[in-house]
């Protein structure tokens, strides 16, 4: 198994342009999730998914958008970036509400300028 | 989100001695409380985690404490090494999800 698999492992955007960053896992797990860790701080939640077609908003979705279409995959959608969005992003997924263990994929390290 | 605070920030160590980090949470339905550590550039990864039914677990030279009752759980260390130093994060497990804390760097100084 690959795990959590994200891309792209490092991008930078100018403000106001638009870019998705893809999450995929190959363990069949249901819940999936976005955090963003800004330098020197804790992960923040931005949206997360129980199941595929289901979706909701974490601590900080504000200027994210995510969809779950496949139980695979969990796009992480940026319109209009703006500096505050510059950040590591980390895509994580379990198989159960109480199974535990959280696996992370690498991050992808984005910068808006 | 779920408050969970998180101390203290920064610890360095001698190595050998122990380390101690705490965290306090708010949400007195949450059932879970794992750690992770984050070594520099990488992923977080679990060391250890606790159920709300147990009040501590031990894992070689890590051991897990939790107090239900005064809502705080705490993440022992003991004859630290160099390895260990990293960036170490409590959570707590709501309904859906997992609240982490802001972190603490500890360092173990050889």
């Known amino acids: 198994n690959a795990g959590v698999t994200q891309t792209p492992k490092f991008r930078i955007l100018k403000i106001g342009q638009s870019m998705t960053l893809q999450c995929a896992q190959d363990m069949n797990h249901n819940y999936m999730y976005w955090y963003r860790q800004d330098p020197g701080m804790g992960l923040k939640l931005i949206y997360y998914?129980?199941?595929?077609?289901?979706?909701d908003k974490g601590e900080v979705p504000n200027g994210y958008n995510v969809s779950r279409s496949t139980t695979e995959d969990f796009p992480l959608r940026l319109e209009l970036a703006a500096p505050s969005q510059t950040s590591v992003y980390f895509c994580?997924?379990?198989?159960?509400?109480?199974?535990?263990?959280?696996?992370f994929g690498e991050g992808s390290r984005l910068t808006v300028l | 989100g779920e408050n969970v605070e998180q101390h203290p920030s920064t610890l360095s160590v001698q190595e050998g001695d122990s380390a101690v980090i705490k965290c306090t949470y708010s949400?007195?339905?949450?059932?879970?409380f794992p750690w992770y550590k984050q070594e520099l550039g990488k992923r977080p990864q679990l060391i250890i985690d606790i159920r709300s039914n147990v009040g501590e677990k031990k894992d070689q030279r890590i051991a897990v404490t939790l107090n239900k009752t005064a809502k705080h759980f705490s993440l022992h260390i003991t004859e630290t090494q160099p390895e260990d130093s990293a960036v170490y994060f409590c959570?707590?497990?709501?309904?859906?999800?997992?609240?982490f804390g802001t972190g603490t760097r500890l360092t173990v100084i050889p």
């Open positions: 994580a997924s379990r198989s159960g509400l109480n199974t535990g263990e959280l696996f």
């Open positions: 998914s129980v199941g595929a077609g289901i979706t």
């Open positions: 949400d007195s339905a949450s059932n879970y």
């Open positions: 959570a707590q497990g709501g309904a859906n999800n997992l609240f």
